[in-house]
């Protein structure tokens, strides 16, 4: 399920799970989604008692029965907390199928669903009776049924090092670091008994509590809980009250509502905390001499598919569009309720404006002035395609739906045609939405309250908040690249091999699924020296296990934690800034779907420089090639061709506009990383201060010694110990001053150790900037490369474009003097052709009143009509601008009712084409006569070959006889033996 090949799993075809192979890394979703159904059913009211069985399919119904027992025993095979879960999950279900069943929006889904699986199957799907009681439906005051989790860690007590480790609290189920408490039990119960936030928290242990959610309105609340007080009000000039709660002054404005970036009239993915870490004090005069409350934000980098996001992106503006309806009515009524008291008070207005009646707002119309009420509508074409998209949506197999104009209108939209399709495509509907529906409430309830809610934002959002809509430059993210099919070579829906399954391509691209990086919120808070509230999102709708969320992987972390690794909240504070600032830098996290980010990026920059190499090779090859057709002026017949695709710059223009892309995502999350950073070292600053005061402040002075840290703070547990065991010191004096050195020696020890538990954990955040330093460093060696290639590209454009005005200017000056040639031959003979027209004229023709003097100036008037016409029509572009209209409107009247264009049109032949047919017969021509003429070469070659073939083999033979000859005379004479 990652990007990384792996062997099939969960919701595939391969066999998997017990018993072929214990490979099940998700129990949920083997459960449901690769088992059969648990319990017996009747045949009689799975099957419609009036349809009669074939075979086949009386042996599929066998088979599904025998294998019924594999998911009880899948489910007996499991430990305890795994089946906890299950059972969990099962109600979940049970519960939100109730909701659906009753919800208005969500009915529709439900219906059609059920009417496709009655239509597979051929059976009666049942429907769920009953009703979800109210209690238990998704609302503000059961937290719509979300948990926080909590831990709990107590010190080990040793004599010279103290470490904390996680404990169990036996009032709450599961055990540690997974258990949990339901959200409104933890923000809504005031009983100190029942809510562990507002029991006072014993010596030597320390807590922590996590909010799922960047919701202001639950941190106020909980810090609340945690000082047994009520939430803080605020009124709208943050004035201060007369006499401030604990709550109040950890929640004050300069250091809660004042640090939110983006008001109510800014775009939602404007909202963010600036990043911060500062010491916060409960005492309203003065900052404490022990202070021991602690604010942390800080923003990281996560990940989140694609299709997720846009969802709630969608969800999002309906709610925004919706709440802004609802402001511009509420304005509509308040000023005319105002209107109404002040007519009241003029009778005389009164009785005017009695006759008029109300303005009526319609819920469908949207304004944007409440004074002005001018529509905001869409435009036609987005609201018919809005209409075919949800009528495509709601009845794919439609006769409407199929029609070729609505397939061209929805893009994208796959209406599917067999039954199986429509059960599976209106399943998955479901499931998504049953998936959001927790979060979509939530959303509803929060994102634009007083104080709103914080949603998630994506690399883009997080850097150009400005923008009302970053949609496009989200599917642009290196990432989404990365892990999306790539359009250019994507099949056919129904792409096969022959007699086989579909191809390699369509099963990879089937498999991916498109990511983005996400920019979330971590809000740390640390109340008391020994309690650390924390808030910051889960991925959207993950409503089942999921490895890369940073809360699983602090659990892991805390459950397998060095025995002594943590010895102070802190510890475990800074633990919790590490798992938030290396989600894409930990490698051993490769089996889930975490998009690998480095990996991607790397191969973004060498994709492009890869393909910079390539069209260097091609820049060169074909400068090459023009150079010797200019040398050697020789006539190739495709040299324009290549001559003006070195004037074509847009594949280096898309390669420009891609490593900018990458340069400006790495930008973005250094920029991120550097906030990581200076929230980090203030952090440390700050921990310093609070654990070794003096030392923090010599350090400012310039006066501190490296490496030593003296004059260091007792925790405030350790200070009631001693305290304690000072109230007797006649008996115990010597004992007493005994502990008080142990305990001394343990702090500073424990100082010791985080801090440089700090300075690590800074050390890897400077490793990670420095990769990410490495790729931009690579991006920008590539991106000059690019740039060279576009500049030299542009440099040998303006040689082509020189030679060819070289070229033309040459052509002109031949014609021109051809033109020279014409005209000295015609002033030659223009006086003698002038005088032979004007004596050789007859003018007895005209009559006997026709005289030269009357003929010449017949023959002036008519010269100058002529060159003032021409000079007209040579000099006054009004002129021919008038004539071509109407010269070219008569033409193309002409041509179309006599329906010539259609002709033309369905032959679809112009210049350039009747050009490139010429150049193609042409070219084909001349290759046939090429290799005709090879042909007749090679037919003379193979004739020679055999002409010399031939008398060699006739030469041969002549010599052999003569050496035959010449052997049998020597025989025949009489020494011949010796």
């Known amino acids: 399920m990652g990007d990384h090949d792996s062997p099939g799993t969960c919701l595939s075809t391969v066999p998997h799970g017990p018993p072929f192979r214990e490979d099940v890394r998700d129990t949920l979703l083997h459960y449901f989604g690769c088992l059969r159904e648990d319990g017996k059913r009747d045949k009689n009211k799975f099957l419609s008692p009036n349809r009669k069985l074939t075979k086949a399919e009386e042996n599929a119904e066998e088979k599904l029965f025998r294998e019924e027992y594999q998911r009880q025993a899948f489910f007996n095979s499991l430990p305890p907390h795994k089946q906890q879960r299950i059972e969990e999950e099962k109600k979940r279900i049970g519960d939100l199928r109730m909701l659906f069943e009753s919800d208005e929006n969500n009915k529709g889904l439900v219906t059609r669903f059920r009417t496709s699986l009655n239509m597979w199957v051929r059976r009666r799907l049942e429907t769920e009776e009953g009703r979800l009681p109210d209690e238990k439906k998704l609302c503000k005051e059961n937290a719509f049924g979300l948990s926080a989790y909590m831990m709990f860690f107590e010190d080990q007590g040793g004599d010279t090092t103290s470490g904390y480790t996680g404990v169990k609290d036996e009032a709450f189920p599961e055990n540690f670091p997974n258990q949990k408490i339901p959200l409104k039990d933890l ?81 939602v993915h404007a909202r ?30 996560h990940w989140e598919t694609d299709r997720s996001r846009h969802k709630f992106e969608e969800s999002m503006r309906n709610i925004t569009e919706e709440h802004t309806r609802k ?10 309720v105002s209107s109404a008291e002040v007519n009241s008070q003029n009778p005389q207005a009164s009785t005017s404006s009695s006759k008029k009646k109300p303005p009526s707002v319609d819920a469908s119309v949207e304004f944007i002035d409440s004074d002005k009420p001018l529509l905001r509508l869409k435009t036609p074409t987005e609201m018919v395609h809005a209409k075919l998209r949800d009528e495509v949506t709601a009845h794919p197999t439609s006769k409407a739906s199929k029609t070729s104009v609505v397939k061209a209108l929805t893009p994208g939209m796959v209406a599917p045609k067999t039954l199986l399709g429509q059960v599976l495509y209106r399943a998955a509907q479901i499931s998504e939405a049953m998936d959001r529906y927790h979060e979509e409430q939530l959303l509803k309830e929060y994102l634009h309250g007083n104080p709103p809610f914080h949603a998630r934002r994506t690399l883009d959002q997080s850097y150009y908040w400005t923008l009302q809509s970053t949609k496009k430059r989200d599917r642009d993210q290196v990432v989404y690249r990365g892990t999306a099919p790539k359009k250019k070579f ?103 779907r975490q998009p690998q980010m480095m990996d991607l990026f790397a191969e973004a920059i060498g994709n492009v420089n890869n393909r910079t190499t390539i069209y260097y090779d091609h820049f060169w090859d074909i400068t090459r090639r023009l150079s010797k057709v200019y040398k050697d002026k020789i006539i190739v017949d495709d040299v324009e061709e290549q001559a003006k695709s070195l004037l074509d710059i847009n594949p280096e223009g898309d390669l420009s506009r891609e490593i900018k892309d990458v340069l400006d995502e790495l930008h973005i999350m250094l920029n991120i ?34 490496k030593t840290v003296t004059a260091l703070k007792i925790p405030n547990n350790q200070q009631t110990n001693t305290a304690n065991e000072d109230t007797d010191k006649t008996e115990h004096q010597g004992n007493t001053e005994n502990i008080r050195e142990k305990t001394a020696l343990k702090a500073e020890k424990d100082a010791k150790w985080t801090m440089e538990f700090a300075i690590r954990l800074s050390a890897d955040l400077n490793n990670r900037v420095v990769d990410l330093n490495h790729l931009k460093e690579s991006a920008q060696h590539t991106e000059k490369a690019v740039d060279g290639l576009l500049a030299l590209k542009q440099q040998q454009a303006g040689v082509v474009q020189a030679r060819e005005a070289v070229r033309q200017a040459e052509e002109t000056l031949r014609q021109g003097r051809s033109i020279m040639l014409f005209t000295v031959i015609t002033i030659i003979f223009l006086p003698l052709s002038f005088g032979t027209g004007i004596f050789g004229m007859n003018l007895m023709t005209f009559g006997p009143s026709w005289t030269l003097h009357k003929e010449m100036t017949y023959i002036f008037f008519v010269s100058i009509v002529i060159i003032v016409t021409s000079l007209i029509l040579g000099f006054s572009p009004f002129v021919r601008s008038f004539l071509s209209l109407v ?28 050009t490139r047919k010429r150049m193609m017969i042409s070219r084909r021509w001349k290759e046939e006569a090429r290799r005709k003429y090879l042909e007749r070469q090679d037919e003379k070659q193979q004739r020679l070959e055999a002409d010399e073939l031939k008398k060699a083999k006739q030469k041969q033979k002549k010599t052999t006889q003569g050496e035959v000859a010449e052997a049998f005379v020597r025989s025949r004479r009489p020494d011949s033996n010796v």
């Not at 945690?226 to 939430?231: A, G, I, P, S, V």
């Not at 402001?327 to 005319?336: A, N, P, T, V």
């Not at 002594?564 to 894409?584: H, T």
């Not at 009247?893 to 009747?914: E, G, I, K, P």
């Open 327 to 336: 402001d511009e009515q509420r304005g509509k009524k308040f000023l005319y």
């Open 490 to 592: 994507i099949h056919n829906a129904h792409c096969k091999t022959k007699g086989g399954p579909p191809c390699r391509q369509c099963w990879d691209d089937i498999r991916k699924v498109p990511r983005v990086i996400m920019v979330d919120q971590l809000w740390l808070w640390i109340l008391n020296g020994n309690t650390i509230i924390t808030s910051f999102p889960k991925r959207y709708g993950r409503n089942k296990p999921d490895p890369s969320a940073v809360h699983k992987s602090i659990r892991l972390r805390l459950k397998l934690v060095r025995k002594n690794e943590i010895r102070s909240i802190y510890d475990l504070a800074l633990i919790i800034i590490d798992e938030c600032s290396k989600v894409f830098f930990d490698r051993t996290k490769t089996a889930d």
């Open 887 to 914: 010269l070219g409107v008569s033409w193309m009247w002409f041509v179309t009712t006599t329906r010539l264009y259609d002709l033309w049109f369905l032959s679809r032949q112009d210049s350039s084409a009747l």
């Open 673 to 706: 990383k550097s906030k990581q950073q200076r929230v980090l070292k203030d952090f440390q600053k700050h921990v310093e201060y609070i654990l070794a005061p003096e030392l923090a402040i010599a350090k400012d002075m310039g006066t501190a010694r490296a």
């Open 187 to 267: 923000l809504y119960n005031d009983d100190p008994d029942t809510n562990p936030l507002m029991k006072p928290c014993k010596d030597g242990r320390i807590r922590y509590f996590h909010l799922p959610g960047n919701n202001m309105e639950w941190i106020e609340e909980a810090i609340a809980r945690h000082f047994n007080e009520k939430r803080p009000d605020y009124d709208g000039l943050f004035r201060q009250p007369a006499n401030p709660s604990k709550s109040y002054m950890i929640l004050r404005p300069g250091f809660w509502r004042g640090q939110q970036h983006g008001g109510r009239g800014d775009a």
């Open 272 to 301: 963010h905390m600036r990043p911060r870490c500062d010491i916060i004090s409960t005492n309203p005069e003065h900052l404490e001499e022990s202070p021991n409350n602690l604010v942390l934000f800080m923003p990281y980098l």
